[in-house]
């Protein structure tokens, strides 16, 4: 039985030649990856050579395509398609204040591509700054289209709620014909707003909206057909509002 055990090792066991064989193969196909490996790393080698930036919204309004493809360029620093480091393009592009969203993908085999959600001004922020709708500040090299929008100026912190409000405000006024120029909240939390046609609705600092609607109710019986000669509204009276008329020299 011991002879018969021994028989089947040795026939179990490879051959010398295939073990020698394998091995080779193994050290080629190694030497193979390895090359392979190095050309790849070499930028000139696959190398990016285009750029793609297009808008995740319909059209870019305050971005212009051209220059976001010439920041790309300068933040590649590897070009070749298996090193370009994606990470590093997308971060650049968040670090441009009207760019909401950003993502960058590479596309077989010589493209990059960048789509840019562009951010949506929903009011300026005091003088130099905006916010988006969802009432975060952010802070451009230029305002563009979003000068005409509504300013809200108010402490640091206050810029979610001034936006719900005004929000809330302006939604009430439209129905009269009113439109907001701007809204003024003080550090004791007074509020005061300005209409697109030059008068001033003094709010005070409290039920604010409560107080909106008091003086609306009796706009179009009271004000209306001298809203013109208005110069000043003041709501901060519990039964009723004072009104400033304009100074006729």
């Known amino acids: ?142 305002l563009g289209k979003a000068k005409t929008l509504v300013r809200l100026t108010g402490p640091a912190g206050t810029q979610k709620i001034m936006l719900a409000h005004y929000k809330e405000m302006s939604a009430r006024l439209q129905v009269f014909g009113l439109g907001v120029r701007e809204i003024l909240l003080t550090d004791r939390r007074a509020w005061t707003l300005y209409t697109d046609d030059g008068k001033t609705l003094v709010m005070g600092r409290e039920d604010i909206l409560n107080r909106l609607q008091r003086f609306l109710i009796g706009y179009p019986k009271e004000l209306a057909s001298r809203w013109s000669e208005v110069n000043k509204v003041d709501l901060r009276y519990s039964n009723g509002l004072a009104v400033s008329n304009k100074k006729i020299l």
Not at 13 to 26: A, F, N, Q
Not at 110 to 116: C, E, H, S, T, V
Request: charged fraction near 25%; hydrophobic fraction near 45%.
């Open 1 to 142: 039985m011991s002879q018969a055990l021994f028989n089947k090792q040795q026939s179990s066991r490879w051959p010398l030649g295939i073990i020698i064989l394998s091995s080779g193969v193994v050290c080629i196909v190694i030497i193979v990856l390895t090359y392979i490996s190095f050309k790849l790393a070499d930028p000139k080698v696959l190398p990016i050579t285009k750029i793609v930036v297009s808008p995740l919204n319909k059209k870019f309004t305050n971005l212009d395509s051209k220059k976001l493809v010439e920041i790309v360029e300068k933040t590649l620093t590897d070009r070749g398609f298996f090193h370009v480091n994606v990470r590093a393009v997308r971060n650049e592009m968040l670090r441009q204040p009207w760019v909401s969203k950003a993502t960058v993908k590479r596309s077989w085999r010589d493209k990059l591509i960048i789509q840019i959600r562009e951010q949506k001004p929903a009011a300026r922020w005091g003088k130099k700054e905006l916010l988006n709708e969802n009432g975060e500040v952010f802070s451009p090299d230029f």
